[in-house]
């Protein structure tokens, strides 16, 4: 019934942008935490920005250069990914949370080459 998936994944230079998209079903995005999480090769999984309400909160690694945003009309979570860099690269999760609920899609690739 509920679902999440992302897209805008994809290969970029050092100092590029990407945007990435998140689409729910069943899911009322005022009403759940919103955010993206990321999981590079060999590493845990680690939140990089959220969003509920008027308050966001971004990982101090990508602080000024990527900014969350969502659509409550039409349910989509975004990410706007400037000036990135190598350690950027991972894969990059949807997540939709409310208190007894958790919801991932599948991940959406992302490689930073310099």
């Known amino acids: 019934q509920m679902h999440v998936e992302e897209s805008g994944g994809g290969l970029v230079q050092s100092g590029g942008s990407l945007r990435l998209t998140c689409r729910t079903t069943g899911i009322r995005s005022n009403l759940y935490h919103m955010g993206w999480y990321r999981q590079a090769p060999g590493k845990e999984r680690e939140m990089v920005a959220s969003i509920f309400g008027d308050k966001v909160d971004y990982a101090d690694s990508v602080q000024g250069r990527f900014t969350i945003s969502k659509d409550n009309v039409n349910h989509v979570l975004y990410l706007q990914m400037d000036s990135l860099k190598p350690d950027d690269t991972a894969v990059y999760y949807c997540?939709?949370?409310?208190?007894?609920?958790?919801?991932w899609g599948q991940g959406t690739r992302v490689t930073v080459s310099s």
């Open positions: 997540n939709a949370r409310a208190s007894l609920n958790n919801f």
